[in-house]
């Protein structure tokens, strides 16, 4: 692994070879058996695709990285956006090569994947329990390309220092602080002080930072939402201060770490003021990183509703994905049935949001007004719609609006990245591939 590198340009490169065929249900039938290479060569367009199928947006995706990279630059935040939204080295390299820190990633499976790919910084969103996965992560981090771990109890400690008894090997940890009704994380400063106190005493473990997930305590952006994020965020800054008042950090360089996609700008607020280069806290730097991972995609569902873009006045993410279902029914008066499911959209925070439609993938399409989706079984999606306004016929190919890139690109090996999806109220086809992207679930 070249260490200086963010992450292998050879290995990424090396997809281009890869070869399509039946395994990647986004490529047509009279693709199969090109290479990557040579289907982007063929220069192919929407209209070669088929249904059901899900596409990206080339310039949705380069505005918003762009956008939160300029963002977080401008604030002085460190950015190690979550690489388990997409599973996609290619676009983790897009995050990368505009500065981001490293690769956040939630389980052992998705750190292989990502040294695999020669991400040099890594950071598990997780504690280490698994015996398979300590010993990994003990054998393969380096000063150089370290993998950083979150601990939030002392039988956490416990494990780690039973699997790496006798071994000279010492993990970077961060101690993790939760809340009640949260998911993961010591329930409290007090505990988490004990966890600390556990770590500082290992001989296996250091201390390096405080991690956190303000994201399972609200929902909305409302008063009692963004109190309740605001006030776990002000007691990973006092968990912080204590850490340092009591000498239990075991690294010059400390990190703090919050921030999934929907409340990094309060992340920021709150916890800017820890930001220190040393001067102030006897030599101790301190850095806040940031771990927003679906902010390269975004939505047309709940990243739309909820995102500090979309609600703060600054300039808006935009949806970097859609679906594409054809009516392969209609027998009933006012309800179509499309031929995508559970299998290839998501679904799991708001059901797929009908938008246009055509007569053919890739042709002339007009707004769906008054359109909605009302059930999704396993491969068809249920579609109402006005019989009296509008007239659907089986074949129909209808774009869908969809919400949470997190449970969209695991449905898909390979995604078609269109030059233009199709924006604006109608659209004439076209649209080009211009990428292919590889997912790794």
């Given amino acids: 692994m070249n260490t200086s590198e963010a992450i292998s340009a050879t290995a990424v490169a090396d997809l281009a070879e890869r070869q399509l065929d039946w ?13 990557h290479a040579e289907f982007l060569a063929a220069k192919h367009t929407l209209a070669d695709l088929q249904t059901p199928l899900l596409t990206l947006d080339a310039g949705a995706l380069q505005a918003n990285a762009d956008h939160l990279a300029a963002w977080c630059t401008e604030r002085g935040v460190l950015l190690a956006p979550h690489g388990k939204t997409t599973m996609a080295p290619q676009l983790w390299t897009e995050q990368l090569n505009r500065g981001a820190w490293g690769i956040t990633l939630a389980n052992f499976a ?5 040294r695999g790919f020669g991400v040099r910084n890594l950071q598990l969103a997780n504690s280490l329990t698994d015996p398979h996965a300590i010993e990994w992560v003990a054998s393969t981090a380096t000063a150089d390309a370290p993998i950083l771990s979150w601990v939030d109890s002392v039988g956490t400690v ?17 101690v993790e602080l939760g809340a009640h009704g949260g998911r993961t994380g010591a329930r409290g400063v007090d505990a988490a002080m004990e966890v600390a106190r556990a770590i500082a005493a290992s001989p296996n473990l250091r201390l390096v930072g405080v991690s956190g997930y303000e994201g399972s305590l609200a929902h909305t952006a409302d008063d009692a939402g963004l109190a309740a994020v605001r006030g776990y965020l002000a007691q ?5 201060e204590q850490l340092h008042a009591d000498g239990l950090y075991g690294t010059s360089s400390v990190i703090i770490t919050a921030g999934g996609s929907a409340y990094f700008d309060d ?9 220190s280069t040393g001067a102030e806290t006897g030599g101790r730097s301190v850095d806040l990183m940031i771990r927003s991972g679906a902010y390269i995609i975004h939505d047309d569902g709940f990243y739309r509703g909820i995102s500090p873009f979309s609600r ?15 009516v392969v029914s209609q027998t009933e008066t006012g309800l179509a049935i499309l031929d995508a499911g559970k299998r290839d959209l998501p679904f799991d925070e708001g059901l797929p949001e009908p938008q246009l439609i055509g007569a053919t993938l890739g042709g002339r399409m007009e707004p769906l007004v008054g359109a909605e989706i009302t059930s999704v079984n396993d491969q ?5 719609f006005d019989a009296g306004t509008t007239t659907v016929r089986p074949g129909d190919v209808v774009r869908l609006g969809l919400s949470h890139p997190c449970t969209a690109f695991d449905k898909w090996t390979v995604i078609p990245v269109l030059a233009d999806s199709g924006t604006g ?4 086809g076209g649209q080009a591939v211009v990428d292919l992207i590889h997912t790794f679930f």
Avoid: E, Y
């Fill in 236 to 240: 990973m800054r006092l968990l912080h």
């Fill in 158 to 174: 416990d494990v780690i220092n039973r699997v790496l008894a006798g071994s000279d090997a010492v993990l970077d940890v961060l």
């Fill in 425 to 428: 109220p109608a659209t004439d």
């Fill in 380 to 384: 068809h999606c249920f579609m109402t």
């Fill in 267 to 275: 992340v920021v607020t709150v916890l800017s003021p820890c930001i």
């Fill in 312 to 326: 703060g006045g600054d300039q808006a993410f935009r949806a970097g994905m859609h679906g594409w279902a054809r």
């Fill in 110 to 114: 998705q750190l292989r994947v990502a």
């Fill in 23 to 35: 395994r990647h249900k986004a490529v047509p039938a009279a693709a199969s058996g090109s290479t």
